[in-house]
């Protein structure tokens, strides 16, 4: 594993996408956390489509062994697209934490013809751009190609080589525990990460599901390379493939392509999805974590429902309405934080909704409490006609940029693939014009309570002040908000 934080971009990945209704505002928007607030304020800048754009057209097959492919044509670019993720992440550890990150790792250290410096020589004489990561509920791995054959042919062979048969040397382990037991230290030491991770504990209770994706040093230790070799048998199999494709070649060399890549992995059936856990019954529960740290981060959870639930596009626009409502109310009105993100994370097991923001510590009670009325009213009167409109007019203006890349397209033919979605890339955004506000209205109160918070700060013990009541320039500087969002 030559780059050790590869195993931390899909994580990293899945709080990035504040304006997520559905992934299509994350593709549309991308919106960080540094600027969480400004999903919205962009409907000012996108200008009506000068003509209708036509989206590409998404052809689907399943192969013998039961992969899922995804395929959109492109030749703008003479370039290869593609992506194949498995229902192989910490989820499938069972009784072994960090196994998953660990085999994960250990495909970039080299297969059984090549060590890891020749595989990674090889690729970059090809000028292939690769890529990888994991979650909780699956790993996938990326690569881009320039699509004329006498590149394109030897990087899927090499591509293919790297997935069909890793190498597991013991050096090669050696390295990986050591690099995953970084990993593992830079978690301990990120106030949002132990956050999180004691977040998700109060919702669940202590369930193995919750443990770091990277396990915990004396759960690796002893990991072997029996152990990974029967976990890969297991998990990286042709039928626990999803494979999306996008570029520069045609449907029969796309088919092509898919056929040789998953014959070449091992033959076993699809592993069970995640199981949705049953939340505790929460009632303003309130968490505290001392830190010296000169602000407070505040963290605030419900559990919610997993992606392929039929109100995830509704609680997704009442996500971002709320969002919008609350950087209204705490960074344009009180300054007391650089901005609010919240999300709900795209899973199939549980998923909770998470609000977080930094606020200077003297202000973290009371903006607490003050996000608990907000929501309290918010879930009294749902959103407004013009809040639900605003949403509406930005995704159909935004709807090109869907398919303005091969990368776009191919992150949403994979979130398309990996919950049975509608094959169309405008499917979602119709689906959010059909909503009403009663409708949002009507989901936020069926899965979310006024007072079901599960809250955290961490941050110092100090005096508390009521929020600042007037937002100038002067009391910005006095308030001296930070923020390590």
Known sequence: MNNPNFIARCKTACVLALLCVAQVCAAYANATPAAPSAHLQSLRELKEPSVVHRLPVIKAWKLAQGTKVLFVENHNLPMIDLKISFAAGSYQDGDTPGLAAMMLALFNEGSTLKDATALARGFDNLGVVMGNGISKEQSFFTLRTLSAREIADPAMALFTEMLAQPGLSVDAIRRVKYELGLLLKAEQETSYARALT????????????????????????????????????????????????????????????????ADALPAGPALPAPAVLVALANTDN??????????????????AVPHQHPDTVALRIGNVVFNQILNEHLREQHSVTYGVSSDIAQVRGSAPWVIHLNTPSRYSLDTMAHIKTLFATFLRDGPTDEELDDIKKYLNKALPQLTSTNKEMRNELSIINR?????????KTREVQKMTPEQIKAAMNRHFKADGWVSLTSGPRVEQLPLPEISTPEAIAQNGCTSTN
């Open 419 to 427: 919950f049975n979605q509608p094959l169309s890339f405008e499917y």
């Open 198 to 261: 004691r977040i998700h504990h109060a919702l669940y209770a202590d369930h193995p599901t919750l443990r770091s994706v990277y396990g915990s040093p004396a759960s690796i230790e002893p990991i072997e390379a029996a152990h990974l070799l029967a976990f890969y048998r297991r998990a990286y199999t042709a039928a626990n493939a999803q494979i999306t494709i996008v570029g520069d070649l045609t449907p029969e060399q796309a088919q092509r392509m898919s056929k040789a890549l």
């Open 286 to 303: 309130t968490l505290h974590t001392e830190d010296d740290s000169t602000n407070t981060l505040i963290m605030m959870a419900q559990d």
